[in-house]
């Protein structure tokens, strides 16, 4: 199973922006993705990118999220912007499997599930106002 580890994370103020980093030992033609979750809630997936970096976001975080990949760094990584207080969470990165089960859709809504994929290490954000 390929490492995940993700790192980042910090506390910021209402309106501020983080830039999360992934290492990954994933290989490149996987589709990659980025989600959160809180303490007894359920995880949200938020981005998604594919090997051809092709990316897809959650129709709510659609600009004001950025994720990107350098594969030859090893690396995923997500640029957060306007951050708001609900948004604190542990973010993980991971590996959607179902990208080849499901019709080859590398889509951020996968990781809803956690049987969508593998992943590590989280990191934590923190947004107070």
Wanted: charged content about 20%.
């Amino acid at each position: 199973q390929e490492r995940l580890v993700a790192s980042g994370g910090n506390s910021v103020k209402s309106g501020g922006s983080l830039r999360l980093s992934c290492e990954t030992s994933a290989h490149t033609r996987y589709c990659l993705g980025w989600f959160r979750q809180t303490p007894g809630n359920a995880r949200e997936g938020i981005a998604s990118i594919d090997a051809d970096c092709k990316t897809t976001y959650r129709s709510a975080l659609k600009g004001r999220f950025t994720v990107s990949r350098d594969d030859a760094e090893n690396a995923l990584y997500l640029e957060m912007n306007a951050l708001k207080t609900e948004e604190t969470a542990m973010y993980h990165c991971a590996v959607i499997m179902t990208y080849f089960t499901a019709g080859y859709k590398c889509q951020p809504e996968d990781l809803d599930n956690a049987s969508s994929g593998y992943w590590g290490q989280g990191t934590q954000v923190t947004v107070s106002s």
